[in-house]
């Protein structure tokens, strides 16, 4: 660490990377995703746009209560041993401003990350004023947002395509007003690693008071082009990175937080600042992103993907064999893939069930008590169904099974909060406890389907707001997934658009466990958009709230219908709690 700077970890998932289309987070949801990011060590966490609506302001203030004080997995040696910064967005109006002020300030440490675009393409086209209206709303803005916080960050929207020298007069003046950290986005992605590192180094030299801020990098993916360019800003003296996991976002996507990690990680004597993450929480973090917001992670993406660590060259394979270096620079266990693979059994006790869990990731207080019980009788269950045994990828699907399910409703379950896993479990250990108050829950399904034959699904819902079972059932042309779905349909009186259905096995063999993820959007809001679309798009696709459920079993069928009823729960529950603003409303470009 001798001679190396620390290098600050902002991570926006749960702003930038929510405004991807198609993912749709509830407030339980993304403080569930808070949480483990301060597990994983992040230095500040943009918890969202708070004056976009009262949902949007609701969430970010919750996580700045609840998840702002937390110091689980942040103390110790190599740690960054004080409370995650809780951050919101505003532009560049006192009411955004004070909103996001209001919405953070319970967090211990808190900051306010204000924009305001600097290149004459914006100024000119969008905002309509000019460089001197510019720079004279940049002084007010940030001066009034200092006299509210200590913590500013300034963004100068669009400065990978604004002219240098109005740039550095913009931060100057940003910083004389009290900002402290100045983030140089490239927002449309353009620039390329030589271009962008110049950027950072210019501003670095040419900017008044520029030794008294930290600068950031924050750059988009849209010529594939996001880690290479915030690793050249690094190089060129940004000490703050601003990244999502999974690299999810708007577009192509934001510079993947586990990439620029694992290449400090990898080069430690290339580049001149080190960091503070607990790389090993990669593998879970990224599971329980692309589960809860639907967005897959391609099976060759860089470190967390499928196949990162697998080799199927026989000339690969000998190598790696005989020595791991050959064809791995990164030890899979240090980014969290476990390489043993060994296969708990139906006699494994709870102390093996929680040690396997601490093993994956999900150790202390990753799963509420609740969580934890719900997680090992679906554990018992399954390993009562296999003969091969319980694998890795089946516990880490239990899990993310769990968290769905608990968070399906997207309210504040009745169950205690998270108190460090427990090991002691109720007498039945084969019956799994509830962990929400979802609207739906499956009581009973029959199939009949076959060659020649009419498939039919007849089905059970309970319906927890008028404390009734309910049965309908349904004939489909397309098989029994298509009737299942009908019928939960005709139950719930929703007119439901299936845009997205994927099964996957979590392991190999004819009993392994079949996930399910299915992503629905209602057939109303999607008709009503496609009649009125959003001016200046070119679809409406991603201003539709869209909403994943995913479920596990050895019989497909059960998970679909169970995943089915997890992504209604969501819709349901939006529709009638969640006051958030639409992703159109929801959208501004850094």
Excluded: W
């Excluded at 509420?368 to 390993?383: C, E, I, R, T, V």
């Excluded at 427990?422 to 199939?447: F, I, K």
């Amino acid at each position: 660490m001798a001679g190396k700077d620390k290098l600050i970890i902002f991570d926006t998932t749960l702003r930038d990377g929510e405004q991807s289309p198609g993912v749709t987070l509830n407030t339980e949801e993304k403080i569930e995703i808070a949480r483990q990011f301060s597990r994983l060590g992040v230095d500040v966490l943009e918890a969202g746009f708070p004056v976009a609506s009262p949902g949007d302001f609701n969430a970010v203030q919750r996580i700045a209560r609840e998840v702002g004080p937390l110091m689980e997995g942040r103390e110790g040696e190599g740690k960054v041993n004080q409370p995650m910064t809780i951050c919101g967005l505003a532009r560049s109006v006192r009411k955004d401003i004070q909103t996001a002020y209001d919405a953070v300030k319970d967090a211990p440490r808190h900051r306010i990350h204000l924009f305001l675009a600097t290149s004459d393409i914006h100024l000119e086209h969008k905002l309509k004023i000019s460089r001197e209206q510019c720079k004279a709303q940049i002084a007010e803005m940030v001066a009034f947002a200092k006299s509210l916080c200590d913590d500013i960050e300034f963004s100068p929207e669009d400065a990978g395509r604004s002219d240098r020298d109005f740039l550095c007069e913009a931060l100057a003046i940003a910083i004389e007003a009290g900002a402290t950290t100045l983030n140089i986005p490239d927002t449309v992605g353009y620039n390329t690693p030589s271009e962008y590192g110049a950027l950072i180094k210019y501003l670095c030299e040419n900017t008044v008071g520029a030794e008294k801020a930290i600068f950031s990098t924050h750059c988009h993916n849209d010529l594939g082009l996001a880690t290479a360019n915030t690793l050249a800003g690094i190089t060129n003296g940004a000490r703050q990175v601003e990244v999502t996991i999974n690299g999810i976002g708007e577009r192509a996507g934001n510079t993947a937080l586990e990439e620029v990690v694992m290449n400090i990680h990898t080069h430690p004597d290339t580049y001149p600042v080190y960091h503070t993450i607990n790389n090993r929480l990669f593998f879970p973090t990224s599971r329980m992103v692309s589960d809860l917001s639907g967005m897959a992670v391609q099976a060759n993406k860089a470190i967390v993907g499928r196949n990162a660590f697998l080799h199927e060259s026989g000339i690969h394979q000998d190598g790696v064999l005989k020595n791991k270096t050959t064809y791995e620079i990164i030890r899979p266990e240090d980014v969290g893939v476990t390489t043993g693979n060994l296969a708990l059994g139906k006699h494994s006790g709870r102390h093996a069930f929680k040690t396997k869990l601490e093993e994956l990731g999900y150790g202390g207080a990753a799963l509420s008590d609740a969580q934890f019980q719900a997680a090992f009788a679906g554990f018992k269950k399954l390993a009562d169904q296999k003969k091969s045994g319980v694998t890795d990828g089946d516990m880490h699907a239990i899990v993310a099974e769990v968290r769905s399910e608990s968070l399906a409703s997207g309210r504040p379950s009745e169950q205690p909060a998270p108190t460090g896993t427990s090991t002691e479990l109720p007498p039945d250990a084969s019956e799994a406890p509830e962990v929400s108050n979802q609207r739906y829950t499956l009581r009973t399904m029959q199939v009949f389907t076959g060659i020649g034959i009419v498939p039919t699904a007849t089905i059970t819902l309970h319906d927890s707001e008028r404390n009734q079972d309910f049965t309908d059932a349904s004939l489909a042309q397309n098989g029994p997934i298509e009737a299942v779905f009908s019928a939960i349909q005709r139950i719930t009186g929703l007119d439901i658009d299936l845009l997205n259905f994927n099964v996957s096995a979590t392991s190999e063999g004819q009993d392994t466990l079949g996930k399910v993820a299915v992503r629905i959007a209602s057939a109303k809001a999607l008709r009503e958009q496609s009649e009125t679309p959003v001016e200046g798009t070119l679809t409406s696709y991603g201003s539709v709230p869209k909403f994943t459920g995913l479920a596990t079993n050895v019989d497909i069928i059960t998970a679909s219908a169970k995943a089915y009823i997890s992504a209604v729960n969501r819709l349901v529950s939006h529709n009638e709690e969640d006051t958030r603003a639409s992703h159109q409303d929801r959208s501004v470009d850094i």
